[in-house]
């Protein structure tokens, strides 16, 4: 006789065993409708799940997560079944739940096209609508493998030998043909889905991600649960291939990429100015902050990766050499053991602490080639790295500090919307519980002063201390990961980090890890992607051009330029002997801000027309106004 109990608190009594299906009508008449999936006792579960016991339920709908994710989940196992409708002999591999879709993996001699997708995408509809229904079945291990192989299923009997002896075995069936190896949950019937999906794009895949075994065919898709969802998604991703940061790094003349050092920037002359503009922004918000910039080698002896513990963890990602005289070298994939031993430079006492330590540190790390992504993930990078020594007592006001300025710093450069992220100790780490209470309480401070909506990331921090993650919400509602805080006890420590304590005894200080853009590269591409290349003036790599109507207005022109390049102005004056209207489209197709177009009128009244990017309307000035105009516009945004 089971005891139902609701998230509300609300307890129901059964007399016999009950299923989801039952508790949905139980609860009320509309949610059968709209029910999908449940929890019971915290673990997701068919609506024809059997309950005996006592158990703690809630009815999962598609205003929830787990509810969408078992729509997407359906949603592959369809497209799976019509895949193999429509081309028998095509072997099913898996097909998992990912952001904002799914994807399945098919081995298949002919590739798909994207005629094949839209007949894919039919056949999915006419699945759905038949509203096929759902039957779960547990298989035996051997069963399960003689039956897979003799439907020359060879994946799936290759993934069924790899699970484990005591893990069941599930088999969904979708009708009264199709059927797939899942651990479920899922949908009571195929209508449960819904019609707002959309088959998005087909690439290569390594079956297990291995590149010494066979090459599959991977289709992606995605799935909301409205129409309406599913075309401001679409739309999103319509958007976001319109500032596609590579795309509009060509047509601004910022940036390539070539094969022969694959992962590292080539920056043109505009590209470096905007990544030199970032610094010397954030150099000045650290100075009033109280940071001393430093600079270490990027060369350092591998002993020292070894007593950091860097080399034991990170081995594999870094780019090594060896001397004639037979030492080892590592190119730095991070910039903290050097700080320390900067730190470690003179005797250190407690009035010296809170120090705060600045680096614009190049780091490189060997990344996949597979997922390098322009700007986005690189191998050779410049990180704002700060690493601040303190004292127990100092950590939570540090923090509060550090979040705060980190906020400034987003708020500048337009990003309103952030959030948090926040891990607390794992399983396994260094250090003793009261530092880690107090640094966890320090963090969890800090996040509650800025009142920012966060999460928590359960035993997810790092092994030598909690952490928190800044998460940036851009233009067209996408989420970045960019700053971060990490609190560390135990770097300092193994590097032999210590200061004099008010007592006279030699004390090992807290290391604060900061990093606010996390990598500057990266987080231009951000930029570029947020603002759609129309950057903030104050930020453009080139500001203003000067556009002569005709030859005979050239020397007008150059004295404008001069004029606003002695102000500090980045502009440029174009007297190339072609039509005005072709210079206007051409340099509002490499975003620059303002173009001032100067002619007979224009000299007479000492004035310039003003045209700003993205609008058709032009304004007449008098040109010293201009100058004071644009000078208040190239202030930094330091209050």
């Known amino acids: 006789m089971p005891n139902i109990t609701l998230p509300d608190g609300k307890k129901l009594n059964f007399k016999n065993k009950i299923n989801g299906l039952e508790i949905a009508e139980k609860i009320s008449k509309s949610l059968i409708k709209h029910a999908l999936i449940m929890s019971v006792n915290g673990e997701l579960k068919d609506l024809s799940y059997s309950i005996q016991n006592d158990s703690s339920v809630k009815i999962i709908t598609h205003k929830d997560k787990e509810g969408l994710d078992v729509i997407r989940h359906d949603a592959a196992h369809i497209m799976a079944m019509a895949v193999q409708e429509l081309f028998p002999g095509t072997q099913v591999t898996i097909g998992p739940v990912i952001e904002n879709g799914f994807y399945y993996d098919f081995a298949r001699k002919e590739p798909f096209t994207s005629d094949d997708l839209e007949k894919i995408e039919k056949k999915m509809s006419e699945i759905i609508d038949k509203d096929v229904k759902t039957k779960r079945e547990v298989w035996e291990r051997d069963k399960a493998i003689s039956h897979f192989k003799k439907i020359g299923e060879k994946y799936k009997a290759e993934i069924i030998e790899s699970i484990p002896e005591n893990e069941e075995l599930s088999v969904y069936h979708h009708g009264d043909t199709w059927h797939d190896l899942c651990r479920g949950p899922h949908l009571t019937s195929s209508k449960k889905i819904g019609k707002a999906f959309k088959l998005t794009k087909v690439s290569g895949a390594y079956w297990r991600g291995d590149s010494n075994n066979e090459m599959l065919q991977r289709i992606y898709g995605t799935c909301w649960s409205s129409k309406k969802e599913l075309d401001d998604y679409l739309h999103r991703l319509e958007e976001a291939e319109k500032r596609d940061h590579r795309k509009l790094g060509k047509e601004m003349n910022l940036f390539h990429f070539r094969e022969e050092s694959p992962g590292a920037v080539f920056w043109h002359e505009k590209g470096w100015t905007l990544f030199q503009r970032l610094i010397e922004y954030m150099r000045l918000k650290q100075r009033y902050a109280g940071y001393r910039e430093i600079n270490t080698p990027e060369l350092l002896d591998k002993t020292l990766w070894e007593k950091s513990g860097h080399w034991d963890k990170f081995g594999d990602l870094m780019f090594t050499s060896e001397t004639p005289d037979e030492k080892v070298f590592a190119i730095k994939p991070m910039n903290c053991p050097g700080c320390v031993q900067v730190f470690n430079q003179g005797l250190k006492s407690y009035r010296d602490l809170p120090l705060k330590l600045s680096e614009f540190g190049k780091v490189h790390r060997y990344e996949p080639s597979g997922a390098l992504h322009g700007l986005l993930r690189v ?131 807290v290391m604060l890890h900061r990093a606010l853009f996390g990598s500057l590269e990266r987080f231009i591409g951000i930029l570029i992607e947020n603002y759609a290349g129309k950057l903030p003036f104050w930020l453009s790599p080139l500001q203003a051009v000067v556009l002569p109507i005709a030859e005979e207005h050239n020397d007008y022109a150059k004295k404008i330029f001069e004029d606003l390049f002695k102000e500090g102005i980045k502009c440029e004056v174009d007297l190339r002997n072609q039509k005005i209207n072709y210079k206007i489209r051409e340099h509002s197709l490499a975003k620059t801000p303002l173009i001032l177009i100067c002619g007979k009128k224009e000299i007479s009244e000492k004035s310039v027309t003003m045209r700003k990017l993205g609008s058709e309307k032009q304004e007449k000035i008098k040109f010293t106004k201009a100058v004071e105009k644009l000078k208040m516009l190239n202030n930094l945004p330091i209050k």
């Open 379 to 509: 191998r050779a990078f410049t990180q704002d790295d700060a690493h601040i020594f303190c004292t127990e007592d100092q950590i939570t006001d540090e923090c509060i500090t550090v979040t705060k300025l980190i906020l400034d710093i987003y708020k500048d450069l337009g990003f309103s919307k952030v959030f948090l992220k926040y891990s607390d100790r794992p399983e396994k780490r260094v250090g003793n519980d009261d530092v880690w209470d107090k640094s966890e309480k320090a963090l969890l401070e800090a996040i509650k002063k800025t009142k920012l909506e966060y999460t928590i990331n359960k035993g997810e921090g790092a092994f030598y201390g909690p952490k928190i993650e800044f998460v940036l919400r851009d233009a067209i509602g996408r989420d970045w990961q960019c700053g971060t805080l990490q609190v560390d006890l135990n770097l300092p420590k193994r590097l032999g980090a210590t200061f004099v304590d008010k007592d006279g005894t030699k004390k090992t200080p």
